[in-house]
Nanobody
Framework: VQLQASGGGSVQAGDSLGLSCEVS????????MGWFRQAPGEEREFVAG???????????DYADSVKDRFTITRDHAKRTVYLQMNSLKPDDTAVYYC????????????????????WGQGTQVTVSS
């Protein structure tokens, strides 16, 4: 399984930015996708996650710091997960990673980096004040 993240960049505080993560390789029928971020000198932290069963229903989960500003969605046909980031703050500056893992449940989002087996290469998001 390969993950290809894209969409990072440099923006001003209050701006919006969208990230994409395309999944390729071995098809996984049920899995959980997550976005994590890591700022310099900091631990990698959970941002958002979404379960993926190929159809509905599914659930999403967010870190408190991004709730109501970020939205995670997925397009099963395109095997792509998106992260729409609105009202960006300088504290959102980090390298953002997408991750995936097999999952037997569409109701549980994994929030710990060690729970994920597959990772994208990371994309830089820089928010200036």
């Amino acid at each position: 399984v390969q993950l290809q993240a894209s969409g990072g960049g440099s923006v001003q505080a209050g701006d919006s930015l969208g990230l994409s993560c395309e999944v390729s390789g071995r098809f996984i029928s049920k899995y959980c996708m997550g976005w994590f971020r890591q700022a310099p000198g900091e631990e990698r932290e959970f941002v958002a996650g979404i379960t993926w069963s190929g159809g509905s229903p599914y659930v999403t989960d967010y870190a408190d710091s991004v709730k109501d500003r970020f939205t995670i969605t997925r397009d099963h046909a395109k095997r792509t997960v998106y992260l729409q980031m609105n009202s960006l703050k300088p504290d959102d500056t980090a390298v953002y990673y997408c991750a995936a893992r097999d999952s037997t449940s569409y109701t549980y989002v994994y929030r710990t980096a060690n729970d994920y087996a597959y990772w994208g290469q990371g994309t830089q998001v820089t928010v200036s004040s």
